[in-house]
């Protein structure tokens, strides 16, 4: 009946501060923001224009994101438009529901300066 008894977990922290930062490497989900590049033929085409798609979340403003890009990737942000997709109706067996809302904003950068993680492989 070993499965019964229980053994005290011992917590591990192997937080390494020793790291060295990595350059041009950004984390984006531990900022309000959530930007996430997004990969479409359309956003591939646009890129080519010095326009760059990220997915973020819904109560984001324009200027947020903005920060945001300059901030990371030390680049010239000229404007944002904001694309706010609609929810679409699903079913799941029984179940009608909604999904969530989707955010994108679309990047304009200064002529001449490019995004070199987000182009496309």
Request: hydrophobic share 35%.
């Amino acid at each position: 009946m070993s499965f019964l008894s229980r053994k005290k977990a011992t917590i591990i922290n192997n937080n390494n501060t020793d790291k060295p930062s990595q350059a041009g490497v950004v984390d984006f989900k531990s900022t309000s923001v959530g930007l996430i590049p997004l990969m479409s033929e359309k956003s591939t085409r646009l890129n080519g224009l010095g326009q760059y798609t990220f997915i973020v979340n819904a109560k984001v403003s324009k200027i947020e994101v903005k920060k945001a890009i300059e901030r990371a990737y030390g680049v010239r942000v000229v404007g944002v438009n904001s694309v706010r997709l609609p929810r679409k109706n699903v079913t799941r067996g029984r179940v009608h529901g909604t999904t969530k809302i989707r955010h994108h904003m679309i990047v304009r950068l200064a002529k001449g300066q490019t995004l070199q993680s987000t182009k496309a492989v």
